[in-house]
């Protein structure tokens, strides 16, 4: 199976598992847009009842033509479940996210949800977080160069993302810098290195929030859990 396969395939597993009834949140990127296009099947062919709260609008698109009815977190503060991607994932469940752009209104997301489930292929899984992705972080338009340098001035290599040669803008109208860091040996620390930052809006660094991991291997869906959960 490729890497495809792989996403597709926990995506299915993971859209069998929403209840009759349930509120949840819908993660951004592929393997969200597949988890949701799997809801939708589910909601057209076995008459599921379920509302979403949607981390980007790329995945309003997703869920209006998958036939998922949405909602807002004004209208429900508290979700049962959210779904969603990663770009890194450690032993300990701590994510790397925003490789596309999305990661502030997911992690927002993602807190308002009792049970927080990741979908990932194999190749998503580090020892280390930063050992393969760069950390995403949503910065502020205004003064963006200084917020740029005062993290570059603790070593984080940050890198404006652009898209077709224009600097990358977020759903929420903001840039993203990407922090080259490499293995990262405290990722709570930097996490909150990162908020304390003037210009920062949300780190890609979601620490202590996911509860389960659900991993594509060629043998099959594997489930990550949070010990205590
Ligand atoms: O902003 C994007 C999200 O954090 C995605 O969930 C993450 O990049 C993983 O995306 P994909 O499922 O496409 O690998």
């Given at each position: 199976m490729n890497q495809l396969d792989l996403k597709r395939m926990v995506a299915y597993r993971a859209a069998q598992l929403v209840p009759d009834g349930a509120l949840i949140g819908l993660g951004s990127g592929s393997t969200a847009e597949l988890f949701v296009q799997f809801l939708g099947e589910r909601v057209r062919n076995e008459g599921l009842r379920v509302v979403g709260v949607p981390t980007s609008e790329r995945t309003?698109?997703?869920?209006?033509?998958?036939?998922?009815?949405?909602?807002?977190?004004?209208?429900?503060?508290?979700?049962?479940?959210?779904?969603?991607?990663?770009?890194?994932?450690?032993?300990?469940?701590?994510?790397?996210?925003?490789?596309?752009?999305a990661l502030a209104r997911e992690k927002i997301v993602a807190k308002a949800s009792r049970v927080f489930v990741v979908l990932v292929d194999e190749s998503k899984l580090v020892d280390i977080l930063g050992s393969k992705s760069p950390v995403p972080v949503e910065v502020l338009q205004f003064g963006w160069t200084r917020t740029s340098r005062e993290l570059e001035s603790m070593g984080l290599q940050p890198v404006l993302?652009?898209?077709?040669?224009?600097?990358?803008?977020?759903?929420?109208?903001?840039?993203?810098?990407?922090?080259?860091v490499g293995p990262i040996s405290n990722p709570s620390d930097l996490d909150l290195k990162l908020h304390l930052v003037t210009g920062v809006v949300e780190t890609g660094l979601f620490i202590d929030i996911a509860s389960l991991v659900m991993v594509g291997t060629q043998d099959g869906v594997i489930e990550m859990r949070r010990p205590q959960d």
């Open positions: 309003v698109a997703a869920a209006k033509a998958a036939g998922v009815e949405l909602t807002t977190l004004e209208e429900h503060p508290e979700l049962d479940m959210a779904f969603d991607g990663a770009d890194e994932v450690d032993p300990d469940l701590n994510l790397v996210k925003g490789l596309g752009g993302r652009t898209r077709d040669g224009l600097p990358y803008v977020t759903d929420n109208g903001n840039y993203v810098l990407d922090l080259h």
